[in-house]
């Protein structure tokens, strides 16, 4: 079983930058791909970033060049570091982790357990 506990969302301006955290329960961490997704108000929960167990990263096209997504094993946390932050931007974001092999998973139904989620608001 691996606990997620998500941190860091908040109220920014447009423009602005958050970092969120995703703290991990459990001893093997390191072996799971770590993945970012979020959900507007009447939206499906859509993805947002995911990175393995190297350290290799995934973003979906519209947070690319503005979200990093990165990994901290001794930690058991995974992080996602948002810049120049729109409107659109505006969701609750959630941390996901799973025990897969192969390529980074952007879907849902991959990832085994998940957090609760952190409300992330950016105001124009």
């Known amino acids: 079983q691996v606990q997620l506990v998500e941190s860091g969302g908040g109220l920014v301006q447009a423009g602005g930058s958050l970092r969120l955290s995703c703290k991990a329960s459990g001893r093997t961490f390191s072996y799971y791909t770590m993945g970012w997704f979020r959900q507007a108000p009447g939206k499906e929960r859509e993805f947002v970033a995911a990175i393995g167990w190297s350290g290799r990263p995934d973003y979906a096209d519209s947070v690319k060049g503005r979200f990093t997504i990165s990994r901290n094993n001794a930690k058991n946390t995974a992080y996602l570091e948002m810049n120049t932050l729109r409107p659109e931007d505006t969701a609750i974001y959630f941390c996901?982790?799973?025990?897969?092999?192969?390529?980074?998973?952007?879907?849902?139904?991959?990832?085994?357990?998940w957090g609760q989620g952190t409300q992330v608001t950016v105001s124009s």
């Open positions: 996901a982790a799973g025990a897969i092999v192969g390529p980074l998973p952007t879907k849902t139904d991959e990832y085994n357990y």
